[in-house]
T-cell receptor, first 116, second 113 residues
Framework: EAQVTQNPRYLITVTGKKLTVTCSQN?????MSWYRQDPGLGLRQIYY???????DKGDVPEGYKVSRKEKRNFPLILESPSPNQTSLYFC???????????????FGDGTRLSIL | QKEVEQNSGPLSVPEGAIASLNCTYS??????FFWYRQYSGKSPELIMF????GDKEDGRFTAQLNKASQYVSLLIRDSQPSDSATYLC?????????????FGQGTTLQVKP
């Protein structure tokens, strides 16, 4: 089954304790992205990756890191989490075609993070 | 001006009716247009995408795109209570073309039995 898998689904932690949210896709997609969703602010892109070893900032990158060492994995790292990073996080992936074409993005089930 | 605008609703329709959801976007260079359905606390689920002007039908869903007016809509025929959700319009491409999806705030649809 084609899917984007995120772990953990839920996490409650404390300020300053480093955490990693994993994301893996089995569709051989080149493009992967992280979003956060907050009430009243909608879905906002944190980081994205066009392919292996190619990552770039989205709209709200502060406080986050990513890496793309393998095509299927795109982990999101919070080095020193703070309460304002409490949110619902989604990983997504899509194929890319010629001429800058991007296919539809498929989303993981989400990770609800609470930073106390 | 927001990049992608939707009426937040709620839009309430009786079961069996046609629900019409609308979205406008600001970047004339946008290339791809998507409708996602999202139930509370769940992930966005892709239901339609459209790349060219005109209509695209898939089952009970029809997406309509008018690039000249920078307008995209979603029609849901024979609405069912299970269609009650938030519908997110998303736009991709445009001047920067980083592949980023730009989402509207979403329209809440309520289908009443």
């Amino acid at each position: 089954e084609a899917q984007v898998t995120q772990n953990p689904r839920y996490l409650i932690t404390v300020t300053g304790k480093k955490l990693t949210v994993t994301c893996s896709q089995n569709m051989n997609h080149e493009y992967m992205s992280w979003y956060r969703q907050d009430p009243g602010l909608g879905l906002r892109q944190i980081y994205y990756s066009m392919n292996v070893e190619v990552t770039d900032k989205g709209d709200v990158p502060e406080g986050y890191k990513v890496s793309r060492k393998e095509k299927r994995n795109f982990p999101l790292i919070l080095e020193s989490p703070s309460p304002n990073q409490t949110s619902l996080y989604f990983c997504a992936s899509s194929f890319t075609g010629d001429g800058g074409f991007f296919g539809p993005q498929h989303f993981g089930d989400g990770t609800r993070l609470s930073i106390l | 001006q927001k990049e992608v605008e939707q009426n937040s609703g709620p839009l309430s329709v009786p079961e069996g009716a046609i629900a019409s959801l609308n979205c406008t976007y600001s970047d004339r260079g946008s290339q791809s247009f998507f409708w996602y359905r999202q139930y509370s606390g769940k992930s966005p689920e892709l239901i339609m995408f459209i790349y060219s002007n005109g209509d695209k039908e898939d089952g009970r869903f029809t997406a309509q795109l008018n690039k000249a007016s920078q307008y995209v809509s979603l029609l849901i025929r024979d609405s069912q209570p299970s269609d009650s959700a938030t519908y997110l319009c998303a736009v991709r491409g445009g001047m920067s073309n980083t592949g980023k999806l730009i989402f509207g705030q979403g329209t809440t649809l309520q289908v009443k039995p």
